[in-house]
């Protein structure tokens, strides 16, 4: 408790500096223009601007990473919204109710949800970084192998969720997804499978390079045809934002469920912001009153994801600053700034580097602040977008599509896979299959697999002992629970729309 | 209409912004003065790695020297084998140049078909930074020693669990070798990273874990973990009590995982750019400043010159040439 308030103290002295509130700024609005086009994830914002806080002292450098990671993770929910393209892996599930509302003239309402939801998602994960971080990170060390699996099969389950609408359409998405994600080398054997020779799937077919196929180019091509439906334009956003912002303290549980499992998600190494916002969407739905709602623009879907996401930044960070374990791509980036800072993460960065360690949370408490009002500035000429000729805007979202996924790895070879996989998207769209089970089965599938195998390898192969595992650690035995109940509420609404 | 024209100038700015960093063209250089704008190194590694940690602590130091700025571009992928093709192609013009890690470039090589360069491709500039690989356990874990690890899996075959870095990766093949000569068999389980493999250790998942010095660093001086052996032959300062696998268990077994961190240039480039590029990178390696930081975060720092790095490639070539059946038996 000493350490903790006397770092506080040293730290807000830090964090007070003019320069490092102006760098915080500064971050933020390269955040929000990286999280915002397609393509530019949060982990490429972090790391292009890595080289540049050398000349800084560290506590103002990591501020200005820690601001990227924030405004990028939220700023993905803009061109969600207004193009239903996700601006990062995370912002999927915003686009299921984000677009519709576009498309019924509240582009500006979904854009004040979605900022307030992440802004308060962010700020009580760093809350719970700030108090709780050494216990939360020892439950991070409790989920082995057997429990990752248990976690991506609960994951899979979310399928049935989203393809309420049809379930035979939903459940193909899901399972080619599943099938896509064995593309690449076996995690354990290192057999390579189904990648002709291309070296560049030989560590699966590459997320956000799928991600932009699937939803850019299919957007782009009914621009063009001219078949986009009519979208009403909203009135901008800015006028009577405030307001807006404060509906969302009308779902308060909402809030805190999808925080919680913000930072849960955040804190097991290896899961990701994409997988918290498609479980928070998840459980919102169930829980909601007005379930039917949600994929004709529900608020409440927006809230439930964009929450969500932003609570995995503080998630992920716990295990990395007290373990020295990433919990995340963007995490892993961070850690090594923080190294080349001449800062050591684990046990001891909280008593050597106490002052930096606590003025860099301080900081991110400021930058969930800072990215509301920047974000709904730039915002308020985002949603212009949608007015934008065909003839202007379909070339230029192509163009995104194709600069952001050769700016993954700097390869064309990425911006081939793009266009297959965007030609499946079309074919996808064009039969109304939905498109986030797939996505859903590529994050997941692969995870399910290697941690599976390496379960039954660390049982010696033997199933029966993997089951006993299973039924005897608390934890699996909740992720089973939770997967049931998802499986028979699911089922059980179909039941009842069958009368 | 005026409003249009603004958003379509803000757009064609982002979209500039954009290709800004998505395109670091090389262009033509004169040999006379060398190098007259940045060089570029590519690390075959996602950002947060031992590579492109190592790399971006240089890049902070070598300015002054190279008179240029080193800028890292990450191009990760299958393992290593995509950016390094990257680099056997780059243009030869001195402007592009990349990290090598030993063995798993010679990993890559021989255990993988149709890999598209060959180890003779590159010139290696230099070698920067030996990472060995130890044995860990848990703190309070039931083996004392090494020997006790040995002693158990040889009572019980097959039923050690050994959290690594893997499938196919240098510490896997140290295990593999350790295992070998000390006549043990143990089950080898895969994590994606040393991070992953460690954090399996810590939460108890494995018996123990095979790591590459520098990630077990910090937890060992957190108290958590407890290295049992150290594969190479010489002590590392940082984890000075931790005797040797000479030592430990009485018999040689080569450091055959080690990773060497250096860094290479496309064959063709000219003998006084190398030489350039030498001569800087030995400046960061004798740098006071660089050195207490590479110290700092358990990096050991060891320069060899662009000859002694190419006679280690050969070496180690020979090295895994005659160990890489292993992978197959397990």
Redesign the interface.
């Known amino acids: 408790m000493e350490v903790l308030f006397s770092g506080i103290a040293k730290g807000g002295l830090l964090l007070l500096d003019p320069m490092t509130l102006f760098l915080i700024l500064a971050g933020t609005v390269f955040g929000i223009?990286v999280g915002s086009?397609p393509g530019?994830t949060s982990?490429m914002g972090?790391?292009?601007l890595?080289?540049v806080t050398?000349g800084m002292s560290p506590a103002m450098g990591l501020a200005l990473l820690g601001a990227i990671y924030c405004s990028s993770t939220y700023a993905g929910a803009i061109s969600a919204i207004l193009l239903n393209i996700p601006g990062t892996p995370a912002n999927c599930c915003t686009l299921l109710d984000g677009y519709p509302m576009t498309q019924k003239g509240e582009s500006g309402r979904a854009i004040a949800l979605s900022t307030a939801g992440s802004a308060v998602g962010g700020f009580l994960s760093i809350f719970a970084l700030l108090f709780l971080a050494p216990p939360l990170a020892e439950f991070?060390?409790?989920?082995?192998?057997q429990e990752y699996f248990l976690l991506a099969i609960f994951g899979v389950s979310v399928i049935a969720s989203l393809s309420e609408r049809n379930m035979i359409k939903g459940l193909i998405s899901g399972c080619f997804g599943l099938f896509l994600s064995i593309v690449g080398?076996?995690?354990?054997?290192?057999n390579?499978r189904f990648t002709f020779?291309i070296?560049?799937l030989?560590?699966g077919l590459p997320l956000v390079v799928a991600l932009i196929g699937l939803y850019s180019i299919p957007e782009v091509i009914s621009i063009l045809s001219g078949r986009q439906e009519a979208v009403k334009q909203s009135r901008s956003v800015g006028r009577g934002v405030f307001g807006q912002m404060m509906e969302i303290f009308h779902h308060k549980i909402l809030l805190l469920r999808a925080t919680v499992i913000g930072i849960i998600v955040g804190i097991i190494?290896?899961a990701g912001s994409s997988i918290a916002s498609f479980v928070a969407y998840d459980d919102a739905k169930r829980s909601s009153k007005n379930s039917g709602m949600f994929g004709k623009g529900s608020p409440e879907g927006v809230i439930a994801s964009e929450t969500a996401n932003n609570a995995v930044v503080g998630g992920s960070l716990v295990?990395a600053l007290t373990?020295?374990?990433?919990g995340n791509?963007v995490s892993?980036?961070?850690?090594?700034g923080l190294?080349?800072h001449?800062l050591?993460?684990?046990?001891?960065l909280f008593i050597e580097n106490n002052a930096i360690v606590y003025s860099f949370i301080l900081s991110l408490f400021v930058s969930n602040l800072v990215f509301v009002p920047v974000g709904l500035f730039i915002a308020r000429?985002c949603v212009?977008?949608i007015?934008?000729p065909a003839s202007?805007l379909g070339p230029?979202v192509v163009?995104?599509a194709v600069?952001?996924s050769?700016?993954i790895?700097?390869?064309m070879v990425e911006v081939w896979i793009m266009m297959a996989i965007g030609l499946l998207g079309y074919l996808m769209k064009e039969f109304d299959v939905p498109r986030e089970p797939l996505v859903l089965g590529l994050v997941l599938g692969s995870m399910a697999e290697?941690e599976l195998a390496?379960a039954m390898?660390?049982v010696?192969g033997s199933v029966l002992s993997l089951i006993q595992g299973m039924l005897t650690s608390p934890i699996s035995l909740i992720i089973i629970g939770l997967t049931l109940l998802s499986l028979w509420q699911g089922i059980k609404k179909q039941l009842l729309a069958r009368g | 209409m005026n409003?249009?024209k603004?958003?379509?100038g803000?757009?064609l700015a982002?979209?500039a912004?954009?290709?800004s960093?998505?395109a670091?063209a090389p262009s033509m250089a004169s040999a006379a003065d060398y190098p007259t704008k940045p060089v570029v190194a590519i690390v075959p590694f996602?950002?947060?790695?031992g590579n492109?940690?190592l790399l971006?602590?240089v890049?902070?130091y070598i300015t002054p020297a190279l008179g240029e700025a080193l800028?890292?571009?990450?191009?990760?992928?299958?393992?290593g084998?995509?950016g390094w093709?990257?680099l056997s192609k780059a243009r030869a013009d001195g402007y592009t140049i990349g990290a090598t890690s030993l063995p798993s470039m010679i990993l890559i090589k021989s255990?993988?078909e149709?890999v598209?360069f060959s180890l003779d491709d590159f010139q290696y500039i230099c070698n920067f930074q030996v990472d060995p690989i130890i044995w860990v356990v848990n703190a309070d874990s039931q083996f004392g020693t090494a020997r006790d690890i040995v002693d158990f899996a040889k009572a019980n075959p097959?039923?050690l669990?050994v959290a690594g870095d893997?499938?196919?990766s240098n510490v896997q093949l140290q295990h593999l070798v350790a295992a070998k000569l000390l006549e043990i068999s143990s089950?080898f389980?895969?994590?994606?990273g040393s991070?992953?493999a460690?954090?399996?250790l810590?939460?108890k998942?494995?018996d123990m874990a095979a790591t590459t010095l520098s990630s077990a660093i910090?937890?060992i001086?957190?108290?958590?973990l407890r290295p049992l052996v150290l594969f190479y032959s010489a002590k590392m300062e940082a984890i000075a009590d931790t005797p040797t696998a000479k030592e430990a268990f009485g018999i040689e077994i080569p450091s055959i995982g080690m990773a060497l961190r250096g860094v290479a240039a496309p064959k063709d480039v000219k003998a006084e750019q190398i030489a350039t590029l030498e001569k800087a990178f030995k400046a960061v390696a004798e740098s006071p400043e660089f050195l207490e930081?590479a110290e700092?975060?358990?990096l050991a720092i060891q320069f060899m010159g662009s000859q002694e790095s190419t006679a280690l490639v050969t070496e180690t070539a020979a090295l895994v040439e005659q160990y890489k059946s292993l992978f197959e038996e397990k």
Not at chain 1, 185 to 190: A, D, E, Q, W, Y
Not at chain 1, 344 to 348: S, T
Not at chain 2, 46 to 49: I, K, L, Q
Not at chain 2, 71 to 78: C, L, T
């Open positions: 223009i086009l530019l982990t972090v790391a292009l890595v080289p050398f991070a060390l409790k989920f082995g192998a080398m076996h995690p354990l054997t290192g390579v020779g070296a560049e030989y560590n190494p290896g295990p373990l020295g374990v990433p791509a892993a980036v961070l850690l090594g190294m080349i001449g050591k993460p684990g046990p001891v000429y212009r977008l007015e934008t202007i230029l163009g995104l600069m952001g050769y700016a790895n700097m390869s290697g390496r390898s660390l010696h | 409003g249009q603004r958003i379509l803000t757009l982002l979209v912004f954009v290709a960093f998505a670091v996602s950002p947060g790695g492109d940690i971006r602590l890049a902070k800028i890292v571009e990450n191009k990760p992928g299958a393992g084998q995509v093709t990257a255990l993988r149709d598209p097959k039923k669990n893997g499938p196919q089950n389980v895969s994590y994606s991070g992953p460690l954090t399996a810590l939460g998942q494995v910090p937890h001086e957190g108290g958590r930081q700092s975060l358990g």
